[in-house]
């Protein structure tokens, strides 16, 4: 798979089969791709934990917000969650400030995903109080976001966005369209 296929179907799943685990060694792998990836000042300042534990997911699952963009789109009930998680932290220890680093490494891990046969989806709206508290987070680790992963359960296209509009939406077969921005639109002639 190039890179190009990797990046469109890369897309942020919401409905997972959550009864198919990813295995320990899976995840360690995509933490692999995270940890040679590129990093400011190659201070490597980031800590991942993995989770494919039902119960330990459960908890983690409770502690995020799954839609805002989507009106009346509800999380994903049970047997549709993430089939495991990880949960991507800032070592203030080493710095206070993660830039992009975050952002470099969940694209990284997204891209191993998807090679792999696999969705996924970044949150960020998350509850990290609740989150420290049944993870039992040292005060110096940061949570930057969560990464949901599993078999997709359901369809994403990407269809270009008409006069400006990038909302999501779904079609009667339930088909999840995200709107893309034209390169004519994107790319600057100045």
């Known amino acids: 798979m190039d890179v190009k296929e990797l990046a469109t179907k890369n897309r942020s799943y919401r409905r997972f089969q959550e009864n198919d685990p990813i295995s320990p060694e899976k995840l360690k792998s995509l933490v692999e791709l995270a940890r040679l990836s590129a990093s400011a000042g190659n201070l ?3 800590k991942f934990m993995l989770s494919h534990d039902p119960v330990r997911n ?6 995020l917000r799954w839609e805002s963009f989507i009106k009346n789109f ?3 009930g049970q047997g549709r969650r993430p089939a495991a998680y990880i949960v991507v932290f800032g070592d203030t220890s080493i710095t206070k400030q993660f830039w992009c680093n975050h952002g470099i490494a969940a694209q990284s891990i997204l891209f191993g995903a998807v090679e792999m046969g696999f969705g996924g989806y970044i949150l960020t709206d998350i509850d990290r109080q609740a989150l420290s508290g049944f993870l039992r987070i040292p005060e110096h680790l940061e949570i930057l976001l969560v990464i949901a992963l599993g078999l997709p359960r359901e369809r994403l296209v990407i269809t270009d966005a008409v006069d400006g509009k990038v909302t999501y939406w779904r079609d009667i077969n339930k088909v999840h369209h995200v709107p893309k921005r034209s390169l004519n639109e994107i790319i600057l002639d100045l």
């Not at 459960?58 to 502690?63: E, K, L, P, Q, V």
């Open 44 to 46: 490597q300042p980031l």
């Open 74 to 76: 509800p999380a994903p």
């Open 58 to 63: 459960g908890a983690i699952f409770s502690c």
